[in-house]
């Protein structure tokens, strides 16, 4: 298995315990939650089921359907047929009756797959489940369960978070995270396809680092001809993959697609009220789960400003794959099959890059830390603009301000070669600098700091970049 050593590691440790685990692994569709069990403890698994998708079907009926279909699971298993269940109650009866009848003193896992589409409206599934850990379950200690789900926020409402009968009862949870530029590396590698650097951070832009995405690329072809086949072709793989991505995952997808476009619309993010005034919707409850259903998927960051308070928090849109879907796919009703490589060196794809690279940037910031040596300084990251009278003002998409009284101030510049700072650049670099300076404490220094590709050619303006980070830097293997 490619990557995931931290995490397999810790779910062999909680297998190797002698006490009952409830662990609960959430994280963004298609990023490996399944994969990751499956590998961890094949040959392992007592006892495993995963939910129907509630997309395509008649509220009314998903819940006959649901215990059906957990029921089958566990005759296929080995459980002698019986009388269907007709509720969850019913269910976890049979699964407590078939995990004891084979119970041989040995550890017993229980893989629930999916978990959040199992609580269809008004089953009672939460109350069920909540009987069936807490009455029997958390008192046996050979046994383990595992429970996925990509609508993270209904694992963390409904389990990590839960204030009722639930409370308190998972034993460990995981968010997987999609995988770093290094494990990309390592991931094409083991697929046997052949990529630059260059091209890696390129297919990152696109996949955010989605292994299932990854999947999909084939090594006999360059990544535009890959690019091309897989959005751009007739009946493309993943061409329909964003909304199937979002009605799979939110109980209102619509709501939430309105709000990622609309973030789309700005690199550094929109405050709450300025998202419900451009979206005339209300502030509430309803907002605020939305909002934290992004989050917690990993389509959007929260985060303040530099020299910003708490209530001016920001909403950013942060998952590549949403930011290459509505630049380039979203309301394009003529398909061009060979658009990609036909267009691989035009401005629009070459300003996309530009932007789509501060975002690579954005999502390795531990990676930029430790190639400026200060991982173990505590610091905080954030994109800052600044309006001044008539001018334009200045902008930095990213700032790192480290409790050691430095500020770094860094420019991201995805160049073919090694970039040049010109007489042009070099004044403006200064200009921020003088602008920043004027926002921070006379104790803080700041250090403009470049984050290219292939480094930078020394010349007379060079001296205003303090440090230089390249791609290499960023493929350093995470902590």
Same mark, same amino acid.
């Given at each position: ?141 050979? /046994?383990?369960?595992?429970?996925? $789900?990509?609508?993270?926020?209904? *694992?963390?409402? +409904? #389990?990590?978070?839960?204030? &009722? %009968? ?56 360059s990544l535009a001809q890959n690019i091309d086949h897989l959005f751009f072709a007739r009946n493309a793989a993943l061409r329909d993959e964003y909304d199937r991505l979002f009605a799979s995952v939110f109980v209102n997808p619509g709501a939430l697609k309105s709000i990622v476009q609309l /973030?789309?619309?700005?690199?550094? $993010?929109?405050?709450?009220?300025? *998202?419900?005034? +451009? #979206?005339?919707?209300?502030? &509430? %409850? ?27 928090e920001h909403y950013k849109l942060i998952d590549p794959f949403c930011i290459f879907y509505l630049h380039f796919i979203n309301g394009q009703r003529r398909v061009n099959e060979k658009f990609w490589q036909q267009n691989v060196t035009s401005a629009p794809v070459t300003i996309w890059r ?34 001044? $009278? ?8 990213? #700032? ?80």
């Amino acid at each position: 298995m490619v990557g995931r050593k931290r995490e397999i590691k810790e779910l062999n440790r909680l297998y190797d315990h002698n006490q009952a685990e409830l662990a609960a692994i959430y994280g963004r569709r298609r990023v490996g939650k399944t994969y990751l069990v499956d590998e961890t403890f094949a040959g392992r698994i007592t006892f495993r089921h995963a939910g129907l998708s509630p997309a395509d079907e008649n509220a009314r009926g998903l819940l006959k359907l649901q215990l059906e279909h957990f029921y089958n699971s566990l005759v296929l298993h080995g459980m002698e047929e019986t009388e269907k269940p007709k509720s969850w109650m019913e269910a976890f009866l049979l699964l407590e009756k078939f995990l004891q009848k084979i119970d041989d003193g040995a550890r017993q896992l229980v893989f629930l797959d999916e978990l959040p589409w199992l609580d269809t409206a008004r089953s009672g599934f939460i109350r069920a489940f909540e009987g069936f850990w807490n009455t029997w379950g958390c008192h046996r200690k050979n /046994l383990m369960v595992i429970v996925c $789900g990509s609508a993270n926020s209904w *694992i963390q409402d +409904k #389990l990590i978070n839960n204030h &009722g %009968g639930l409370y308190n009862r998972v034993t460990y949870e995981m968010k997987l995270s999609p995988f770093t530029l290094s494990e990309c590396e390592e991931f094409y590698e083991s697929s046997h396809v052949r990529l630059s650097r260059y091209d890696i951070v390129q297919s990152y832009m696109i996949f955010g680092g989605i292994p299932y995405y990854m999947g999909y690329v084939n090594g006999e072809l360059s990544l535009a001809q890959n690019i091309d086949h897989l959005f751009f072709a007739r009946n493309a793989a993943l061409r329909d993959e964003y909304d199937r991505l979002f009605a799979s995952v939110f109980v209102n997808p619509g709501a939430l697609k309105s709000i990622v476009q609309l /973030l789309y619309t700005r690199n550094a $993010g929109f405050t709450r009220r300025e *998202i419900t005034e +451009k #979206l005339g919707i209300t502030d &509430g %409850g309803r907002l605020s789960r939305n909002l934290n259903a992004l989050i917690a998927s990993d389509f959007i960051v929260k985060y303040v400003p530099f020299g910003l308070n708490k209530r001016e928090e920001h909403y950013k849109l942060i998952d590549p794959f949403c930011i290459f879907y509505l630049h380039f796919i979203n309301g394009q009703r003529r398909v061009n099959e060979k658009f990609w490589q036909q267009n691989v060196t035009s401005a629009p794809v070459t300003i996309w890059r530009g932007f789509a690279f501060e975002n690579v940037c954005f999502n390795h910031v531990h990676q930029i830390k430790r190639a400026l040596g200060i991982s173990g300084v505590i610091s905080a990251h954030s994109a800052w603009s600044k309006k001044s $009278g008539d001018e334009a003002g200045t902008q930095i998409d990213l #700032l790192i301000s480290r409790n050691d009284n430095v500020i770094n101030m860094c420019e991201m510049k995805y160049y073919g070669g090694k970039f040049s700072v010109d007489k042009n650049y070099y004044a403006v670099i200064l200009r921020r600098q003088e602008i920043l300076a004027e926002e921070v404490s006379r104790k803080a220094a700041i250090r403009s700091t470049l984050i290219t590709t292939f480094g930078m050619l020394h010349n007379e303006y060079s001296g205003v970049f303090t440090n230089v980070i390249t791609l290499d830097d960023l493929f350093e293997v995470g902590e």
